[in-house]
T-cell receptor, first 115, second 116 residues
């Protein structure tokens, strides 16, 4: 079984400040981990993913995340927030294809960027 | 690359009618597609997994006779909401798993269904 916990349903940062969105997961199989962003009334856009290899992964729009197996975490960061980063962010976990490959989502974190 | 489209983006229908939503992978083949439902201020709920050429697999609690899924080609899956009722009003999002990149789902822009 797999689950995802996103700490903080709402996060507010000032423009130019560090963005940190927290994600912890549980998985009985080696996890694949994803961050998606959703703007109002739109679908989800893939920001980045971890499957195997390097544990620090870089994504689009300056975001990156680090897979820490010992902490079962996959926190999303961006050094300097931009107004256009305001959106809802979802962390998700899946198993490999042989385990069904279904995505399990966290509850989401709404990021607000203050000018 | 990895673009998924959905049509229509928005639909309003009367109670008792059926509505079809299309999900297309535009630049890749997708043997497997997924249908999700998203309630306001909530996360995504997986409804079913759609496999090309075979029957869809529905999640527990999802009525397969109400939400008909057809995946007739490697780039197209359709969801038909039959005999729609106001409680079916929601945001429906599809995703497609790239056959050449088997671990990642790419999402469509969503369809807002309103049943009057």
């Amino acid at each position: 079984a797999q689950s995802v916990t996103q700490l903080g349903s709402h996060v507010s940062v000032s423009e130019g400040a560090l963005v940190l969105l927290r994600c912890n997961y549980s998985s009985s199989v080696p996890p694949y981990l994803f961050w998606y962003v959703q703007y109002p009334n739109q679908g989800l856009q893939l920001l980045l993913k971890y499957t195997t290899g390097a544990t620090l992964v870089k994504g689009i729009n300056g975001f990156e995340a680090e897979f820490k197996k010992s902490e079962t975490s996959f926190h999303l960061t961006k050094p300097s927030a931009h107004m256009s980063d305001a959106a809802e962010y979802f962390c998700a976990v899946s198993g490999r294809r042989e385990y069904g490959n279904k995505l399990v989502f966290g509850a989401g974190t709404i990021l607000r960027v203050k000018s | 690359g990895a673009v998924v489209s959905q049509h229509p983006s928005r639909v309003i229908c009367k109670s008792g009618t059926s509505v079809k939503i299309e999900c297309r992978s535009l630049d890749f083949q997708a043997t497997t597609m997924f249908w999700y439902r998203q309630f306001p201020k909530k996360s995504l709920m997986l409804m079913a997994t759609s496999n090309e050429g075979s029957k869809a697999t529905y999640e527990q609690g999802v009525e397969k006779d109400k939400f008909l899924i057809n995946h007739a080609s490697l780039t197209l899956s359709t969801l038909t909401v039959t005999s729609a009722h106001p409680e079916d009003s929601s945001f429906y999002i599809c995703s497609a798993r790239d056959d050449g990149e088997r671990d990642t789902q790419y999402f469509g822009p969503g369809t807002r269904l309103t049943v009057l």
